[in-house]
């Protein structure tokens, strides 16, 4: 929902099992679109390595994040942000301890049992995090981000959530969409950008909901993009990798009031999908789920070499759904059972899946990565 003026939810009271019972269903629905993504996420599981990742929250926060599977300790400082944990002194600012290993593969962060983290070396972080006392939230992170203006143009495809307004990270009023856009190097440390908002921006024949344009600088410290908004002077983030498939991953991190508001959106060069990914996609997935008021679900599930997809759920219960891949246009899956909802797959192995509101008007966003 990248535009000027963001869609407003209306939002209904939903009871906690209300809650669980409904991401446990969308996230076999997501891990059904997986059959056909990119596949692999960087070398190797969570052991034995160190890696430092510059991630996004979803509710606006940039933070840099380590992690040493050698040690099993983690770390992670805020650097910008919404609600003011970039300040030393704040309780949102930072966190470090141990890690424990998961039976599903995951890690959780000491001190925080509300939270789970997978990454891989040279590749993804994915996961949540809680800071402070805003509920747990989706957790992107990149290593070794681009940091010339050559290398990130290019053209792309998002999924993402945007909040009006500022929430203490509750994430409630917000929207989840979809869109496309192209970045264009002007000089080495500088871009410009175009945004088309439910379109593909690479169709002549293409219907915007909206549009929108900017510009964009280099943070050479942390090798992050600030970009600007046309007609706004208010800063937003955006980092990105090439996986080692070669496709362009990226994050962008909003806070624009009157714009593109606050939130997240995960991008990913736009490239078709293959019958041939199927294969590389076979094995776990970890796949967390945005919950507007409440902590972030998350759950691992299984592709089989039968295209199959299995989750244990408490309940027992299991739910179906059917992808199709490269609609509305080329990288992005739509769903049967879900015309608004959007699935996007993005480089080695990392998924995203967004829609307007979900079956209790909430915004839906989803990200997730494979494990093996």
């Not at 994915?126 to 070794?144: D, E, Q, R, S, Y």
């Amino acid at each position: 929902m990248m535009s000027n003026t963001l869609h407003r939810l209306n939002q209904r009271p939903t009871k906690g099992t209300e809650v669980k019972t409904e991401i446990k269903s969308i996230l076999v629905t997501c891990a059904t679109a997986l059959l056909v993504a990119c596949g692999g996420g960087g070398g190797g599981g969570l052991t034995g390595f160190t890696q430092n990742y510059l991630a996004s929250a979803s509710q606006g926060e940039v933070i840099t994040y380590s992690v040493n599977t050698t040690l099993m300790t983690y770390e992670y400082k805020v650097i910008k942000s919404q609600y003011g944990c970039e300040v030393p002194t704040s309780n949102c600012h930072s966190g470090s301890g141990t890690l424990t290993r998961n039976s599903d593969g995951t890690y959780t962060p000491s001190g925080s049992a509300d939270t789970k983290i997978f990454a891989l070396q040279n590749g993804l972080l994915v996961g949540t995090i809680k800071l402070g006392t805003m509920p747990a939230t989706p957790l992107i992170g990149i290593p070794n981000p681009i940091d010339t203006a050559e290398k990130l143009a290019g053209t792309y495809n998002y999924n993402s959530v945007q909040c009006p307004t500022k929430s203490n990270g509750m994430m409630t009023g917000c929207a989840g969409g979809h869109g496309s856009l192209t970045i264009s190097a002007v000089s080495s440390t500088t871009i410009s950008y175009n945004i088309c908002v439910s379109a593909d921006i690479e169709n002549p024949n293409r219907v915007c909901s909206s549009t929108s344009t900017g510009t964009g600088t280099l943070d050479p410290v942390y090798k992050k993009w600030k970009f600007y908004r046309t007609g706004s002077t208010q800063e937003n983030y955006a980092v990105a990798f090439i996986s080692k498939s070669n496709q362009k991953v990226a994050f962008l991190d909003f806070n624009d009031l009157g714009g593109y508001g606050y939130g997240q959106a995960a991008l990913s060069e736009k490239v078709a999908a293959v019958p041939a990914d199927l294969q590389k996609n076979l094995g776990k997935w970890f796949m967390v789920s945005l919950v507007p008021g409440a902590n972030s679900g998350n759950a691992v599930v299984t592709v089989g070499s039968d295209g199959g997809v299995t989750t244990v759920q408490p309940d027992g219960s299991v739910s179906t759904n059917t992808a199709i891949p490269n609609t509305p246009w080329n990288g992005f899956f739509s769903f049967t059972n879900e015309p608004n909802t959007r699935g996007l797959m993005a480089g080695d192995g990392l998924f995203s899946m967004s829609s307007p509101n979900d079956l209790s008007g909430r915004a839906k966003y989803f990200i997730g990565m494979k494990m093996d």
